[in-house]
């Protein structure tokens, strides 16, 4: 299980996320939703620790992390437990798919050359791209490239997989392929925090929702709490506004 408590992050005085408390069980996909600038990003980077907590703790199984007094030693064993997929996708663009999961596979988990290859090669072709393995990212589509993303996170065996938009920045017709991935992982009981504004998506998928704005969780629920019986004005707004076709007046 994932726990986060009273979780904080200030940029300057800005406080970006504000005592966040948040429970994710093992194999559970929470959707984080919430208009630009909520601090949905920002605690996904907080539970990779990319960015380090201005206070409050995360749990993650039996490893228990207060940042009022975190090492780094603590930093870098609560940041292997986690993988990010991102927006951009961010692959290193000289190495190709396959190079780009094995990375991960070579450097934190140590593996033997020819082992981190098997692994890889297996991971590729569950997301479908065992034809690509010696392509480069800019020969690939963008769901291509979030599918190696994908790949590269599934790889590192975490205790929990952040995806951070992972559709957003693709043409509409190459969203389904990502999501399709998405979902099959889901299925195998992997656990999962996903920032995302594909609403057929999170219905499907989710066990859990949570609506935040300005680094509040405002609301939470199952999908179908949040979704169709929302209690709170701003998450009727926010709901309205990315679903017009819904009539949220309840
Ligand atoms: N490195 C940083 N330095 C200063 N301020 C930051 C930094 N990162 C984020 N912020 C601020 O924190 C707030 C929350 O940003 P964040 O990126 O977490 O929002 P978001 O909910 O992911 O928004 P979006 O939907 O647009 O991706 C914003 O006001 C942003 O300007
Ligand atoms: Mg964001």
Redesign the pocket.
């Known amino acids: 299980m994932i726990k986060l408590t009273q979780l904080s992050k200030s940029?300057g005085r800005?406080q970006?996320l504000n005592q966040i408390d948040l429970e994710v069980s093992k194999g559970e996909v929470v959707v984080i939703l919430?208009p630009?600038?909520?601090?949905?990003?920002?605690?996904l980077r907080c539970v990779n620790v990319l960015e380090k907590p201005s206070g409050g703790e995360i749990s993650i199984g039996d490893f228990k992390l207060d940042f009022r007094h975190a090492r780094k030693k603590d930093i870098h064993q609560l940041r292997q437990k986690t993988a990010m997929v991102f927006q951009q996708y961010n692959l290193f663009r000289h190495k190709t798919a396959l190079e780009n999961v094995m990375e991960g596979l070579l450097i934190v988990k140590k593996l033997p050359k020819e082992a981190a290859r098997e692994k890889s090669i297996a991971l590729l072709e569950k997301v479908g791209l065992g034809s690509k393995l010696d392509a480069y990212p800019s020969q690939l589509s963008g769901g291509q490239q979030q599918r190696v993303g994908i790949a590269r996170a599934l790889a590192l065996e975490p205790e929990v997989i952040l995806f951070d938009?992972p559709t957003s920045a693709l043409d509409p017709e190459l969203v389904g392929e990502v999501l399709a991935v998405i979902r099959k992982i889901a299925k195998e009981g992997i656990t999962m925090i996903v920032?995302t504004h594909e609403m057929g998506f999170a219905r499907d998928v989710a066990n859990h929702v949570v609506f935040m704005d300005g680094g509040v969780i405002v609301e939470e629920g199952t999908p179908t709490e949040v979704f169709n019986h929302p209690r709170e004005e701003r998450t009727k707004q926010f709901l309205k506004r990315i679903t017009p076709e819904l009539n949220y007046s309840i």
């Open positions: 940029f800005h970006v919430g630009s600038g909520s601090g949905k990003t920002t605690l938009e920032v």
